[in-house]
């Protein structure tokens, strides 16, 4: 397990999202209503961005073809919308967010 600070409460508003990077890996960190999630910031269908999607409450909409997530625990709201195929996807990995003293903190399993 590895705890990493990824920035402070003050830079991530009610309703925002932004990408942080990891190592190799890309995080979508998000602030719903001042509690704080963190899923994959990479589509689980084709990679596409989730960091370039929209965000309606806790559920954010994949930029390339439409599918949902809960951001609350990366499960997936509804698949992607692609014309001819049924696709199933699967859900995003979800991360643990720590509010230390005003610092964001991501804790990676
Ligand atoms: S890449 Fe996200 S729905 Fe296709």
Redesign the pocket.
Known sequence: MVIVKIGELSELAPGKMKKVTVGDKEFLIINVDGKYYAIGAR?T????DLSQGSLEGSVVT?P????KFDVATGKVVSG?RVPFFKTKINDDPSYQVINEGGSLLLKIE
């Open positions: 589509c269908h084709a990679g596409g994949c390339r073809h439409k599918a992607p």
